[in-house]
């Protein structure tokens, strides 16, 4: 059965500074997703991780995949308010017909 | 173009009652899913289909029927509802394998008192 974990699952963080949140996962998987959820709403698509090595930048977020340690980073470079909300991993175990989410990390941006 | 189109947003059950959550997209999309999120627990795969007329299980399925005779509706139906299915239920779906992720519809409130 695959397993996804995420670290921290809560992160409190002074606008400017630098933080990465980790994704484990138990099984060989090559393709990886991140979503960010704010309050109340849907998941957004953030990135989209389909090979060992692949990295993927938008704006103060980078995504990493490394597929030999099982693990994909997400990195968040000057934090601003905006970025408050909680971002998900999430991993395809098969053909990419189903994903396993990890628990989530919820991410507040303080002034 | 809506997406992924997902009815009702918000309802409210007694414990025994049926009912169906309907999903639909406009995009063609093959894969469709149905997502539970609770708090603390992410979202957990409850059933998934990749074309009309092929269904299969996910990790909670217990409780839920689905059915896909078209490619653009994916409906789950709850067959005697229960305390613990309330939940936010959000239906997902993507073009094929792989390259795309995911988009998911706004979500369905249910509440089972």
């Known amino acids: 059965e695959l397993k996804v974990e995420q670290n921290p699952l809560f992160l409190s963080m002074q606008e400017g500074k630098n933080y990465t949140i980790y994704c484990n996962y138990s099984?060989?998987?090559?393709?990886l997703y991140w979503y960010r959820q704010d309050p109340g709403k849907s998941l957004e698509s953030l990135f989209v991780?389909?090979?060992?090595?692949a990295v993927k930048q938008e704006g103060r977020l980078m995504a990493s995949l490394d597929t030999k340690a099982r693990l994909s980073t997400l990195h968040i470079t000057a934090a601003v308010h905006d970025l408050s909300a909680t971002y998900f991993c999430?991993?395809?175990?098969?053909?990419?017909?189903?994903?396993?989410f990890g628990e989530g990390t919820q991410l507040t941006v303080n002034p | 173009n809506a997406g992924v189109t997902q009815t009702p947003k918000f309802q409210v059950l007694k414990t025994g009652q049926s009912m169906t959550l309907q999903c639909a997209q406009d995009?063609?999309?093959?894969?469709m899913s149905w997502y539970r999120q609770d708090p603390g627990m992410g979202l957990r795969l409850i059933h998934y289909?990749?074309?009309?007329?092929?269904?299969d299980q996910g990790e909670v399925p217990n409780g839920y029927n689905v059915s896909r005779s078209t490619t653009e509706d994916f409906p789950l139906r709850l067959l005697s509802a229960a305390p613990s299915q309330t939940s936010v239920y959000f239906c997902?779906?993507?073009?094929?394998?792989?390259?795309?992720?995911?988009?998911f519809g706004s979500g369905t409130r249910l509440t089972v008192v």
């Open positions: 991780l389909l090979s060992n090595g």
């Open positions: 099984t060989t998987s090559d393709r």
């Open positions: 289909s990749v074309g009309a007329g092929i269904t």
């Open positions: 995009m063609n999309h093959e894969y």
């Open positions: 999430a991993v395809d175990m098969t053909s990419g017909s189903r994903l396993t």
């Open positions: 997902a779906s993507r073009p094929g394998p792989a390259i795309h992720g995911y988009t």
